[in-house]
Each structure stands twice: as structure tokens, then as C-alpha cells.
């Protein structure tokens, strides 16, 4: 029988290699660590790479197996999947690997100027009826600014269609150089030890036959971001975990 959320919990607490810094904690307080995660924790000068919402955290756990050149940050708030990511990492002994329980809205309190090299999302909710809250809007995208190199990379892994198509079109509209754009990843003849790196719900949703859409981008630190107006027809499913959002057929 699995551990439960309390058990969980109590094991993260004691993992050097996990932060947690919900809401609720950082009203009055300054991350300490902020533009010192290489010199404080990593100990090296490696190119860091955020996961964000990691869940179970097997992209963090994959790519930091892959890369011992590179440093991994599974962010998410949801500390007992996060737990099997941390699990795993330390009895591996993967020294390139940490964990961020926050909220990612506040994301930017965690990370300096230029301190973040890429950041992948993989398989984020695609927040339908709330743009503000999609990690692929502007908004986020401004986040994101304040702590990615010029022109730093952001992948998106997604099986949802509204989603993708979103993120395309808000690339499109701000003129984001695309460095890969395909709509069924698993058929396009580009998956690589990197794509190929399966999440729990990801392997669901292909035994599902659902097509798995992937966009790799540059994120410019130059000019105003626009936020796209366009209707995109919702998904016609539901994603594992996922409620309805709207009985609407399209949203913006």
C-alpha cells in the first residue's frame, strides 16, 4: 500500500533537495536563494531548466538522468505527486535535481534576472474559460521574463488541443521564433530521448488515442506582448482530473 499525503508530507520536510513556499508562507518573506540557486544549491555554474507543473515530476527526474550537465527544478504545488519525483531523485542520487512546492502565479519571487535558461510545461491544465490563468498567456509569459535568458527556450507538451492552439497563435501574434511546432508528436518523426520522456497521465491519454502536440519557442526579452483575440473551440473531452469548464463551445 502506498504512503498517504500526511506520510508524504512529513518525507518531503525532511528532503535537502525540496522547497516548499506556498502562498500562505510567503506573504512576509524573501526568498533567500533567489539568484543563488547554482552558488547555494547546485554548486556548479550549470544552465538551470524549470519544470512547471511538474506533478509526479518524471520530466524533472528524466531530463536530470539525460543531462548531468544541466541543473532541474520541478515546480508545483501539489506536494504529494511532487513526493515520487523527490523520492526517486534521492535514492538515485541525482545531485542536479530540486524541488519547488510554491504557487507558480508567484514564481518570479523564486528566480533572478537571467537565472533560468528553459522551462518546460508539460501537460498543464489548459484553463479554458481564464486566460490570466494559462501558463502560456502573456501574463505568464511576462513571469517568465524576469528570469530567462534572452531569448530563452519554452517548450509546451500538451494533449490538449485548445491549449496548443492558443499558445500557437499567441506565438504567432507576438512574432516568438518557433524552433518545432507539431500537432501529433508521435508521428512527426521528431521524438527524441527528450519527448520521449512519458508522464503518467500521458501514456492514459495515448492509450486513448489522443494526439500528443508539442512547441518549442524563444521568448524575447524585447516589446510589449500581445494577448491574442481569436475563438478556439474547446476541447470535446475531459482530461483525467480536469473539470468541464463551460458548456460554451468556443472561448478566447
Not at 9 to 22: G, I, L, N, R
Not at 42 to 63: A, K, S
Not at 83 to 112: P, Y
Not at 203 to 230: C, T
Amino acid at each position: 500500500m502506498g504512503k498517504g499525503k500526511l506520510a508524504k508530507f512529513a518525507d518531503m520536510k525532511e528532503y535537502p533537495h525540496v522547497f516548499e513556499f506556498p502562498y500562505s508562507v510567503m506573504d512576509d518573506f524573501t526568498f533567500s536563494m533567489k539568484g543563488k540557486w547554482n552558488q547555494d544549491f547546485f554548486q556548479n555554474d550549470h544552465p538551470i531548466v524549470l519544470e512547471l507543473g511538474c506533478g509526479r515530476g518524471e520530466y524533472t527526474v528524466g531530463l536530470a538522468r539525460m543531462y548531468p550537465d544541466k541543473n532541474f527544478i520541478g515546480v508545483d504545488i501539489k506536494g504529494a505527486r511532487m513526493w515520487t519525483g523527490a523520492t526517486q531523485s534521492m535514492k538515485e542520487g541525482l545531485k542536479n535535481v530540486a524541488f519547488l512546492r510554491t504557487n507558480i502565479e508567484i514564481i518570479d519571487r523564486f528566480f533572478a534576472a537571467n537565472e533560468v535558461s528553459e522551462i518546460w510545461l508539460t501537460f498543464p491544465d489548459p484553463q479554458m474559460k481564464k486566460v490570466s490563468k494559462r501558463l502560456t498567456s502573456t501574463s505568464f509569459m511576462e513571469r517568465y521574463r524576469r528570469f530567462l535568458v534572452p531569448d530563452g527556450i519554452v517548450h509546451l507538451k500538451t494533449d490538449s488541443n485548445f491549449m496548443f492552439t492558443y499558445t500557437r497563435v499567441m506565438v504567432e501574434k507576438n512574432q516568438l521564433p518557433v524552433a518545432f511546432c507539431t500537432e501529433d508528436l508521435y508521428h512527426s518523426g521528431w521524438v527524441n530521448d527528450i519527448l520521449g520522456i512519458q508522464t503518467y497521465y500521458e501514456q492514459q491519454w495515448l492509450d486513448r488515442g489522443l494526439n500528443i502536440r508539442y512547441i518549442k519557442f524563444l521568448l524575447r526579452q524585447d516589446g510589449d506582448l500581445l494577448e491574442p483575440d481569436v475563438e478556439i473551440p474547446l476541447d470535446e473531452y475531459r482530461s483525467y482530473n480536469r473539470n468541464k469548464r463551460s458548456s460554451l463551445n468556443t472561448s478566447k
